[in-house]
Structure formats: structure tokens, C-alpha cells
């Protein structure tokens, strides 16, 4: 029988915990550490330039950032319905509820004794305080750090200047969904300032039916919605929660009043709650229930989850990003889109109203899948890896970590570099794209190397990557044999 006992990291602080050995039966209950293991429900943290290998150079003489695209994740939220997300939370509430209102005289032990004076107390979907601010800080520190650069901000200028230069209003995106709606407006508030509705255009793209919508491309995508086919990453869900969660079911079992009969599934969904009520409410006392080594599992829970559902590991993990990646290459090219065959909304596409060319930057709002597939688009083989769907604990060395692609307020950026004065070429070519080498920028036709993800530099292998099999893959009348991970992210005849 393994002991659990709370740690006193208070006394202990961030620093000595990083070297101080954590064992197995350890319960971690530092929110800053444990945090740091909620996969897409991780609070927003810059990754280290260098953390996805590249190390990052500087530009050279003369050279600048000319235009950046945003592809951007909301904030912090209320639970979804998701599996891995609040698939659980509800029927162990329910299941609480139903017990403790059968015997009220029920007592919940030791550790548990919070849930004697317990109820649940979260919503579902929306965006919370914390994620606004998440959403506010980003659009402030996109001022900060490109802004004054790509609007030319004068000495002492505070923020974006509407009246300082007359321009035509830039175009921001986002999917109608309140939470990603009122993430584009909060980041707005941080890039453009107090009251600034009439310095830029939100336009606002349907989610929620089978509309072709990049941002939200699981929509259009009919085969995405179709259990039979895509249930891999619930698949794997499924799989994996026994497998680092079953001592943590016994154990916490054991402070239950008779008749609570808890199962596995609500194991998890307490783990969860934690997260939830920590966003929510600032604190979770389910928090101080696991060990840093079932924090470790619960990490990997969430990339299964979002590799076999999205990305490399599902048939339509390319499809459901090449859409966004067909409009960064158009906008890179300064062209519009006439035609869709993918998530594409051509009507939208074609028209420099709705899809204007040569704005100093583009800001999407969408949701950690997409970016996620836009990953795969990319054909980023950094990140296609064979992950085992049972492995406890994981390989600490994967690549493919949510925690650190898409934690809330995730962003995934591409930068335009302009060398005109340091390359003949480009004195002609002016938006003569340039892909960033190990040792600076070099001249190439408009190809880029590298992408940023949340500041860490991620290398693209090639940007030809990006064919997709849409309309097989979204359309086509196929089966999976095998409930497991495709190879590439893709399906063909
Ligand atoms: C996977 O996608 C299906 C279909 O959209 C959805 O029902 C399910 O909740 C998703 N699961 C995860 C783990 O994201
Ligand atoms: C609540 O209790 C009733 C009666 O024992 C049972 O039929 C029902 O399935 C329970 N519901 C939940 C969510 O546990
Ligand atoms: C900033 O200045 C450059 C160089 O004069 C000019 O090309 C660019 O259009 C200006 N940007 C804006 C947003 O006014
Ligand atoms: C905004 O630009 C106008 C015109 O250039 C200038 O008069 C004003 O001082 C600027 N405001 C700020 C806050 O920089
Ligand atoms: C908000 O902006 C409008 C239009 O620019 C202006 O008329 C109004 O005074 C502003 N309100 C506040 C509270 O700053
Ligand atoms: C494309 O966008 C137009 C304009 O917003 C809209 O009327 C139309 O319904 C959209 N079509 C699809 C397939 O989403
Ligand atoms: C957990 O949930 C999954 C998916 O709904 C279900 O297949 C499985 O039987 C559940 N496990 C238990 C112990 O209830
Ligand atoms: C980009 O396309 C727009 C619209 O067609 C055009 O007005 C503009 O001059 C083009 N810019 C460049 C740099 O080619
Ligand atoms: C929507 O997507 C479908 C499938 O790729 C495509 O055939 C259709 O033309 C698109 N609609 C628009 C308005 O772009
Ligand atoms: C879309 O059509 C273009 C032109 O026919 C083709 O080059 C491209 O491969 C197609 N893309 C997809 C995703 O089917
Ligand atoms: C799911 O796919 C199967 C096989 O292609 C098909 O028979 C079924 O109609 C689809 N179901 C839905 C809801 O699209
Ligand atoms: C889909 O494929 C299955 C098996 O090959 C076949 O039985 C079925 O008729 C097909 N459905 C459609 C709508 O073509």
C-alpha cells in the first residue's frame, strides 16, 4: 500500500523543488508546478526560444520584420463536453449529488473531508476573468514587441495611434463562439487600447454548423463527426486513464462514505476538476489528491487525446488545418482565394473586404485543435512521432507536448523578414519572403523555415508539405480496421 502525505512546497519554493527528488508516492499540491502538467488547460507560459531545438539568431544588418500572422487560441474557460475535458467532471458531480442527497448523514474522510461542505460549481464553455486577461496581456504584448515596430509608434507613444496615420481599419478574425469572440475583443482591447471598436474590423466567421470556416475546420469536415471513424483520440482516452489512475482510484476510495462507488472515469474527472476550480475559483482542495508522476500521466493523457484527434495521428488531422495554411500562403503571396476545396470559405476568400492583402499583421482567434492541425498541415515532423497509447510513465523526450503547443492563449506566428538594404535582390523584390537559417536570414522565394510557437523557434521542414487529402479524407466512404494511430495525419484511396 503506498502512503500518500502533502509536501510542503510552500517552504520549500520553486527553486529547490526543480533539483529536490519528488518520489513516486509523493502528492504534489504547488499549483505552479502541477500547473505546468495540464496539457491545453495549462495557464500560458512562453517556451524558451530553443525549446523545440532550433536555437534562435538575430537578423541581420538591415534586415526587419515586415508582417506577422497570428493563428491564436482563446483563454481560459469553462469545461467542454470533450472526453478528455469535462467528459467526467458531470457524472461525478452527479454521481456526488445523488449519493450525498440519498444519506445525508454520509461522511467523507480524511483528505476528502472538503467534500462534506462541497458542490460544483463550474459552467460550461465559456471564457473565464482569468482568460480574459490571458487574452488582454497577449494583444499588449503584440504591441509591445511588433506593434510599435510594424505601425512605426513615435517616441512616447503609448499604443496603437488610430488617428496618427490614416489607414484603412485592419481586419482581425474570429469564429462566432462567444469564448473565441470575446478572446479576439479582449486582445483587441490590449493591442489597440481602451474604447478602440472603431480602430479595427472584427469579422466574425459562423462556428457551430457545417459552414466552411478555417478556424473552426472540424465543421465542414464531415468525417471529423463521425464516431465510427474518428474516435481515436477517445480511444486512447479511454485507454490510458486506467492506466496511471487506478492506485489514485483505490486510494481515494478509501476516504468515501459506503455506497459511493467510484470508478475510474471519475478518478479522472476529479483530477480534472482541480484544474477547473483552479481557474475558476483560484484553488481546488481535489488538487492536493495526486502525485506528481499521475500529473505526469494526466499530461500525456491530454497529447493522446489531441494527437489522435487532430494531428498526425488522425485521417483527417492534415485536412482540418490545411485550410488556414492555404490562407497564410495566399496572404504571403498577396493573393486571394477563388476557388475553395478545402475548409476554405471562397465567398470570404475572394473578397479584400472580408480577406485583405498586405496588412502588417493578421490575428485569427480559434481553438487549440486547430492550431494543432495547422501544425500537421505544415508537415512539422518534429512532431509526428510514434507515441504509445499505454506507456506509464511517458517517454519525457516526445515532442509533441500540448502543454507547450496550445496551453491557453496559445499562439503560432510567422514572421515576414525584409532584407532590402542588405540584399541587392530584394532592393527589387520588396516582399521577397526570407527563411531564417541557423545563421541568419537568407534570401529564398517565398518559403519560410520556421514557424514560433508561443516564442519557441519550431523548424518547417517545407511549407509544400501542406496537400491534403480534404475531400477524401473530410468526404470520402472509408473505415479504420483499428482504433489506433494513422502514420501521417492523412487517408488516401
Ligand atoms: C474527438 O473528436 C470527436 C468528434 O469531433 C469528439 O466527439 C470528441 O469529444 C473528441 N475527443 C477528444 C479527446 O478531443
Ligand atoms: C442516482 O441514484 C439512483 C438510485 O440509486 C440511480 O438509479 C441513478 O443511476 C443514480 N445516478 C447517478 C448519476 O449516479
Ligand atoms: C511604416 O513605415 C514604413 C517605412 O516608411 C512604411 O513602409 C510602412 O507603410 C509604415 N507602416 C504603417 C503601418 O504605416
Ligand atoms: C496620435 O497621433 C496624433 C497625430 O499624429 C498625435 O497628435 C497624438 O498626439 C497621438 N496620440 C498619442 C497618444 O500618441
Ligand atoms: C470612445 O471612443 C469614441 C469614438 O472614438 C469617443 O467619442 C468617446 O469619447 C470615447 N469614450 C471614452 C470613454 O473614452
Ligand atoms: C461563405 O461565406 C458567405 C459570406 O459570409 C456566407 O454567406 C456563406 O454561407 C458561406 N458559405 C459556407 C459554405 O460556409
Ligand atoms: C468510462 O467511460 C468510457 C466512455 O464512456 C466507457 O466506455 C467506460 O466503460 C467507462 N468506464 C467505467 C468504469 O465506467
Ligand atoms: C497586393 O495585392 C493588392 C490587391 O490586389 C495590391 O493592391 C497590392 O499592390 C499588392 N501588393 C504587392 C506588394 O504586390
Ligand atoms: C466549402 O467547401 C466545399 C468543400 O471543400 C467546397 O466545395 C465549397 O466550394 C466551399 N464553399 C465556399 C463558399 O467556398
Ligand atoms: C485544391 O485544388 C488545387 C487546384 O486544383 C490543387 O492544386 C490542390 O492540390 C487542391 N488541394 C486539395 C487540398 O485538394
Ligand atoms: C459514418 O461513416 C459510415 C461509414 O462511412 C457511414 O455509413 C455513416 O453514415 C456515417 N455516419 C455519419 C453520422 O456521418
Ligand atoms: C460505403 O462503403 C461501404 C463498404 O465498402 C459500402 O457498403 C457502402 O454502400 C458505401 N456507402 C456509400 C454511401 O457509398
Same mark, same amino acid.
Given at each position: 500500500?503506498?502512503?500518500?502525505?502533502?509536501?510542503?512546497?510552500?517552504?520549500?519554493?520553486?527553486?529547490?523543488?526543480?533539483?529536490?527528488?519528488?518520489?513516486?508516492?509523493?502528492?504534489?499540491?504547488?499549483?505552479?508546478?502541477?500547473?505546468?502538467?495540464?496539457?491545453?488547460?495549462?495557464?500560458?507560459?512562453?517556451?524558451?526560444?530553443?525549446?523545440?531545438?532550433? !536555437?534562435?539568431?538575430?537578423?541581420?544588418?538591415?534586415?526587419?520584420?515586415?508582417?506577422?500572422?497570428?493563428?491564436?487560441?482563446?483563454?481560459?474557460?469553462?469545461?467542454?463536453?470533450?472526453? !478528455?475535458?469535462?467528459?467526467?467532471?458531470?457524472?461525478?458531480?452527479?454521481?456526488?449529488? *445523488?449519493?450525498?442527497?440519498?444519506?445525508?448523514?454520509?461522511?467523507?474522510?480524511?483528505?476528502?473531508?472538503?467534500?462534506?461542505?462541497?458542490?460544483?460549481?463550474?459552467?460550461?464553455?465559456?471564457?473565464?476573468?482569468?482568460?480574459?486577461?490571458?487574452?488582454?496581456?497577449?494583444?499588449?504584448?503584440?504591441?509591445?514587441?511588433?506593434?510599435?515596430?510594424?505601425?512605426?509608434?513615435?517616441?512616447?507613444?503609448?499604443?496603437?495611434?488610430?488617428?496618427?496615420?490614416?489607414?484603412?481599419?485592419?481586419?482581425?478574425?474570429?469564429?462566432?463562439?462567444?469564448?473565441?469572440?470575446?478572446?479576439?475583443?479582449?486582445?483587441?482591447?490590449?493591442?489597440?487600447? =481602451?474604447?478602440?471598436?472603431?480602430?479595427?474590423?472584427?469579422?466574425?466567421?459562423? !462556428?457551430?454548423?457545417?459552414?466552411?470556416?478555417?478556424?473552426?475546420?472540424?465543421?465542414?469536415?464531415?468525417?471529423?463527426?463521425?464516431?465510427?471513424?474518428?474516435?481515436?483520440?477517445?480511444?486512447?482516452?479511454?485507454?490510458?486513464?486506467?492506466?496511471?489512475?487506478?492506485?489514485?482510484?483505490?486510494?481515494?476510495?478509501?476516504?468515501?462514505?459506503?455506497?459511493?462507488?467510484?470508478?475510474?472515469?471519475?478518478?479522472?474527472?476529479?483530477?480534472?476538476?482541480?484544474?477547473?476550480?483552479?481557474?475558476?475559483?483560484?484553488?481546488?482542495?481535489?488538487?492536493?489528491?495526486?502525485?506528481?508522476?499521475?500529473?505526469?500521466?494526466?499530461?500525456?493523457?491530454?497529447?493522446?487525446?489531441?494527437?489522435?484527434?487532430?494531428? =498526425?495521428?488522425?485521417?483527417?488531422?492534415?485536412?482540418?488545418?490545411?485550410?488556414?495554411?492555404?490562407?497564410?500562403?495566399?496572404?504571403?503571396? *498577396?493573393?486571394?482565394?477563388?476557388?475553395?476545396?478545402?475548409?476554405?470559405?471562397?465567398?470570404?476568400?475572394?473578397?479584400?473586404?472580408?480577406?485583405?492583402?498586405?496588412?502588417?499583421?493578421?490575428?485569427?482567434?480559434?481553438?487549440?485543435?486547430?492550431?494543432?492541425?495547422?501544425?500537421?498541415?505544415?508537415?512539422?515532423?518534429?512532431?509526428?512521432?510514434?507515441?504509445?497509447?499505454?506507456?506509464?510513465?511517458?517517454?519525457?523526450?516526445?515532442?509533441?507536448?500540448?502543454?507547450?503547443?496550445?496551453?491557453?492563449?496559445?499562439?503560432?506566428?510567422?514572421?515576414?523578414?525584409?532584407?532590402?538594404?542588405?540584399?541587392?535582390?530584394?532592393?527589387?523584390?520588396?516582399?521577397?519572403?526570407?527563411?531564417?537559417?541557423? *545563421?541568419?536570414?537568407?534570401?529564398?522565394?517565398?518559403?519560410?523555415?520556421?514557424?514560433?510557437?508561443?516564442?519557441?523557434?519550431?523548424?518547417?521542414?517545407?511549407?509544400?508539405?501542406?496537400?491534403?487529402?480534404?475531400?477524401?479524407?473530410?468526404?470520402?466512404?472509408?473505415?479504420?480496421? !483499428?482504433?489506433?494511430?494513422?502514420?501521417?495525419?492523412?487517408?488516401?484511396?
Amino acid at each position: 500500500m503506498r502512503t500518500r502525505s502533502i509536501l510542503l512546497l510552500v517552504a520549500l519554493g520553486a527553486a529547490s523543488l526543480a533539483s529536490s527528488a519528488i518520489s513516486d508516492s509523493d502528492v504534489v499540491d504547488d499549483l505552479d508546478v502541477i500547473s505546468q502538467y495540464w496539457g491545453q488547460l495549462t495557464p500560458y507560459n512562453d517556451n524558451k526560444p530553443s525549446f523545440f531545438g532550433v !536555437e534562435k539568431v538575430g537578423l541581420p544588418d538591415g534586415c526587419g520584420i515586415e508582417q506577422v500572422h497570428i493563428l491564436h487560441r482563446h483563454g481560459q474557460r469553462y469545461p467542454t463536453s470533450t472526453i !478528455e475535458d469535462g467528459g467526467f467532471m458531470e457524472p461525478f458531480a452527479a454521481k456526488f449529488k *445523488n449519493v450525498t442527497s440519498a444519506h445525508p448523514s454520509a461522511q467523507f474522510k480524511g483528505p476528502l473531508e472538503f467534500l462534506n461542505s462541497w458542490t460544483y460549481q463550474l459552467g460550461k464553455g465559456l471564457l473565464i476573468g482569468p482568460g480574459s486577461v490571458t487574452e488582454f496581456t497577449a494583444g499588449i504584448r503584440f504591441w509591445t514587441q511588433y506593434g510599435r515596430l510594424l505601425y512605426n509608434a513615435t517616441a512616447g507613444q503609448p499604443g496603437y495611434n488610430a488617428s496618427s496615420v490614416k489607414r484603412k481599419n485592419p481586419v482581425l478574425r474570429t469564429t462566432s463562439q462567444t469564448r473565441i469572440l470575446e478572446s479576439a475583443e479582449y486582445w483587441a482591447t490590449g493591442f489597440f487600447g =481602451f474604447n478602440s471598436t472603431d480602430s479595427y474590423d472584427l469579422l466574425i466567421i459562423p !462556428e457551430g454548423g457545417t459552414e466552411n470556416n478555417t478556424l473552426a475546420s472540424y465543421d465542414s469536415c464531415t468525417n471529423d463527426g463521425n464516431s465510427s471513424i474518428y474516435y481515436i483520440g477517445d480511444y486512447a482516452v479511454i485507454n490510458y486513464i486506467p492506466r496511471y489512475l487506478t492506485p489514485a482510484m483505490a486510494c481515494i476510495s478509501s476516504y468515501l462514505p459506503d455506497g459511493f462507488d467510484l470508478n475510474i472515469n471519475d478518478t479522472y474527472g476529479i483530477q480534472l476538476i482541480c484544474t477547473y476550480e483552479v481557474a475558476v475559483f483560484g484553488e481546488s482542495d481535489f488538487c492536493s489528491l495526486f502525485t506528481l508522476a499521475e500529473w505526469e500521466g494526466f499530461r500525456y493523457l491530454m497529447d493522446l487525446a489531441h494527437y489522435g484527434n487532430y494531428s =498526425f495521428g488522425n485521417p483527417t488531422g492534415r485536412a482540418q488545418g490545411i485550410g488556414y495554411v492555404q490562407e497564410l500562403l495566399a496572404r504571403l503571396r *498577396n493573393q486571394t482565394i477563388t476557388v475553395s476545396n478545402t475548409s476554405v470559405n471562397a465567398t470570404i476568400d475572394s473578397n479584400l473586404s472580408t480577406f485583405p492583402l498586405g496588412q502588417p499583421f493578421y490575428l485569427d482567434m480559434s481553438h487549440d485543435d486547430i492550431l494543432l492541425s495547422v501544425v500537421t498541415a505544415l508537415s512539422i515532423e518534429y512532431f509526428k512521432e510514434n507515441l504509445s497509447m499505454s506507456a506509464y510513465p511517458p517517454d519525457p523526450k516526445r515532442h509533441f507536448m500540448v502543454s507547450h503547443l496550445v496551453p491557453f492563449g496559445a499562439r503560432l506566428e510567422t514572421e515576414v523578414i525584409g532584407c532590402a538594404s542588405a540584399n541587392p535582390e530584394a532592393k527589387t523584390k520588396a516582399s521577397t519572403i526570407y527563411t531564417l537559417g541557423q *545563421n541568419g536570414y537568407n534570401p529564398r522565394d517565398a518559403i519560410h523555415k520556421f514557424i514560433c510557437m508561443n516564442n519557441g523557434i519550431v523548424p518547417l521542414d517545407t511549407i509544400l508539405g501542406v496537400l491534403a487529402n480534404y475531400q477524401y479524407a473530410c468526404f470520402g466512404n472509408w473505415t479504420l480496421d !483499428e482504433l489506433k494511430f494513422v502514420e501521417d495525419g492523412n487517408i488516401f484511396p
